[in-house]
């Protein structure tokens, strides 16, 4: 069964970016989505979360009293989502975008790497100061890439995975939680093309040279 985490703290025109595309995906019958409210202060993100009806899934609601940050938020919403017996995981960022077939791109990919950590996010975005691209290919297969590093915007992963790996590293480094996840030495790998894209491209971390899926 899968589980799908979004967390979200105001930014309300990406939220409902990410909602309206979310609700227009393909899910496997039974998806469980449990979106964690961070201490949200705008009531249109509590509307939207509110209204939120996505076909194929139940939705779960967490609220937290106050802001706790991206990291705890998902391992909150992580955390439940496997009391809710899902065994295949999956977060999305709050400023993301997908398309219709993702969910089903990227589980098809998971299927072939079951033991890894896959993406439907393939950037090649560069480091601005290096002109180094900040997650490189190590080899491509056609309709995937194996990838050094991959960033936390969207992550899929088996419950074992979870357990062993990603929350590990959202305990261990709150602020870079992703790159913790890539420094443990699983597998990681990306769909070709991108079936997620970054939508908030213009606030937050490295918004002067944000990651960016050219192949979307």
Known sequence: MLGIVITVYGRYNHTSI????????????GTKI???DDGTRDKRCVDLINGFKPQNAKVFVIRNDSNIGVARSLQVGLDYAVEL??????????????????????????????????????TMSRDSKTNRVRHPIIYAAGDHVRKKSIGGINMMFSKQVYKDFVRPSLLKNRGHWDWQVCATGIELYATVPSVVQHTGINEGMNMNNPDIAHDY
Request: proline residues 4%.
């Open 34 to 36: 449990v979106i964690v």
């Open 85 to 122: 017996e899902c065994d295949l995981l999956m977060n999305l960022d709050n400023d993301t975008t997908v398309k219709p077939d993702a969910v089903n791109v990227i589980t098809k990919l998971h299927q072939r790497y079951q033991g890894a950590v896959v993406s439907g996010f393939n």
């Open 18 to 29: 990410c909602f309206e595309s979310v609700e227009n995906l393909w899910l496997p019958q």
